[in-house]
C-alpha cells in the first residue's frame, strides 16, 4: 500500500527538483540585478576575490561563484538574502568564515559567497564583554582567537574551545566545536546563552532557549542550513594563568581507552579537581614526531620514543592539562598526582611541561606557521572526522588502526582519538552523535599533494566501509554525503525535524548549498 508523504517532505523535495529545473544558481541576470541593490558597492567580482572564494581548506572541491559580499554589518547580509528570497528567481549564498571546511561546505556554485571576516573591522557585533564579567558578546565574524586575546585581557576566558583558534565563533557554532574540553563543559554549540540570527527569509532574530527556542536549537549545529549566525552570547569564567601539561604513552589501547574513560568520569563544571583537558592521539611508525601533535616531545626524549613507535608500529598518546593559578600553583602538582594515581601508562614514558595558558590553547597555530613556511598548508586535506560508539572502539581500533591505517601505510598527519560524555550535549540541538553516554571522537587530519589526494579519500571510503559492514554506527563530525539517503542516515530520528525547520527558517533553501543536503543534484 503506496503511503502518502508529509506535506512538509513534499514541498521540500518539489522545491528541490524545480531548482535543479530551472537552474537557480545560474542565473545569467542575477550580475545585473545585485547592481540595483544599495549593497552594491560591497559586493566584489574581483578575480583574486572570486578564486578565494571557489576553495577552501581542503583544496578539493571547487564551485565559483558569481560575486563575493563584502558585508560592513549584518544588515548587509540581511539585505543580500532579502533580495534572493524576493527574487523570483532566488539565489543560492554561503558563509564564509575562514574557509576551513574541507569538502566545499562554505561555496556557492553561481550563487553569492558572503565573506564574514570583512565585518571584523566594520559595524557589526565585535567583542563586547559584559560589566559584571559573566559572558561576552560576539560577532559571528570572529576568529576564537580574538575571543581569547579580548577575553584574557579582564582575566576570564570562555572554557570550550576547539583546537585550532583561527576560525570563526558562527562557523564551529553552526558545527558544533569539539575539544579536550568537551568531556567536562561540552561542545562549544552548549556554552552558548543566546544568538542572533539572520534566516533564509530575511528575518533578523534573536534566539535562546526561552525566546526563539526553535531557531536556537536549529541553528546550533545546524551545518548553516537554517539561518547565518551572526552574533553569539557566550559565558566567561575566570581564566587561570598557567596550565601543567602532560603526555603519557601506552602500546595496549584496552590500557589507553580504560584510562581515558575514567579519567573523563570525573566531568563536574564546577570540580576543580578534575582534568580541565584530555584528548588521545595515534604515533605512527609511517608518520613524523615533528608535527603539531608530537612537536611537545624535547630533543633527548625523541630517540626513544621512536625506538618504541618503530617496535610496535602504533603507540596510543594520551595528552591532559590541568590549570593553576596563583592560588592554586601550591597544590596543582599533588591535584595531578592523585588524578594519575594508578594510571595503566608506559613506565618511563610520562612526559610534562609547563606552559601559559594561552600558549596552550593557540598551540597549533605555531604549527600553521612553520608548515606555511615550507609550503605544506595551503595543499589538499583529505580529513575524516568520525564519532565512535564506546562499544565499538576496540573493533575500530582493530580494524582501522592495526588494519587499514597500516597496510595502506600512507597517514602522515594527527590521528585524534579520545573520549566524550554524552550528557554534556543538547540532543534538542542539531548535531548528532551516537546514543551511548560515552563516545569516541576520532580526526584522521591528513595532507596529501594535489596529485594522490584520491588516494586518501579512498582510504577514508574504505574505512566507512568497513564500520557498515562490522556494525559500527559512526556519526560523521563536519559531515559530507552527496546523496539525500546518506543525509537521512546521518541524521536518522532528526530527520523530520531538521527537515520541518528547513522548511520553516530557509523555505527556499538559500543557505549554505555546499552541504547538499537539501540540493543534491547542484
Partial sequence: MAVALPSFLTAIMIMSRL???????????MSSKLQSLVIAPKLSYDPSAIES???????????????????????????????????SVPFIIAARGNSHSVNGQAMAKNGVVIDMTSMKNGNGTGIRIASDGSYADVGGQQFWIDVLNATLGLGLTPVSWTDYLYLTVGGTLSNAGISGQTFQYGPQI????????????????????????????????????????????????????????????????????RDQELLIS?????????????????????GSL??????????????????????????????????YDGQTKTTVDKDLQQLLKGLSYLPGFMFEKDAKYEEFLN?????????????????????????????????????????IVLQRNITTGPVLVYPMNRK?????????????????????????????????????KEILQFCEKAGIKVKQYLPHYTTKEGWVNHFGSKWSTFQKRKLQFDPKLLLSPGQRIFNNNE
Wanted: charge should be negative.
Fill in 19 to 29: 531548482m535543479a529545473f530551472i537552474g537557480i544558481t545560474r542565473n545569467n541576470d
Fill in 53 to 87: 572564494a571557489s576553495q577552501d581548506f581542503g583544496h578539493i572541491e571547487k564551485a565559483v561563484p558569481q560575486a563575493v559580499l563584502l558585508p560592513s554589518s549584518p544588515w548587509d547580509i540581511a539585505s543580500l538574502v532579502n533580495f534572493s528570497y524576493s527574487n
Fill in 190 to 257: 552548549s556554552n552558548v546563552y543566546e544568538i542572533d540570527v539572520i534566516t533564509g527569509t530575511a528575518d533578523f532574530v534573536t534566539c535562546s532557549p526561552n525566546n526563539n527556542s526553535d531557531l536556537f536549537y536549529a541553528a546550533l549545529g545546524g551545518l548553516g542550513q537554517f539561518g547565518i549566525i551572526t552574533r553569539a552570547r557566550i559565558p566567561l569564567e575566570p581564566a587561570p594563568k598557567r596550565v601543567k601539561w602532560v603526555r603519557m604513552l601506552y602500546t595496549d589501547f584496552s590500557d589507553f581507552t
Fill in 266 to 286: 570525573k566531568n563536574g563544571r564546577n570540580d576543580n579537581k578534575a582534568l580541565n583537558y584530555l584528548e588521545g592521539s595515534l604515533l605512527l611508525d609511517q
Fill in 290 to 323: 615533528d608535527n603539531w601533535r608530537s612537536s611537545f616531545f624535547q630533543p633527548q626524549d625523541q630517540p626513544k620514543i621512536i625506538s618504541l613507535i618503530t617496535k610496535f608500529r602504533i603507540v596510543y598518546c594520551l595528552e591532559i592539562v590541568k590549570h
Fill in 363 to 403: 598551540r597549533v597555530h605555531s604549527e600553521e606557521l612553520k608548515l606555511k613556511a615550507k609550503g605544506l598548508w595551503d595543499v589538499p586535506h583529505p580529513w575524516l572526522n568520525l564519532f565512535i560508539p564506546k562499544s565499538k572502539i576496540s573493533d575500530f581500533n582493530d580494524g582501522v588502526f592495526k588494519s
Fill in 424 to 460: 554534556k550535549w543538547d540532543d534538542r540541538m542539531s548535531a548528532v552523535i551516537p546514543d551511548e553516554e560515552i563516545f569516541y571522537t576520532v580526526g584522521l587530519l591528513q595532507s596529501s599533494g594535489f596529485d594522490d589526494w584520491r588516494t586518501f579519500e579512498d582510504q577514508n
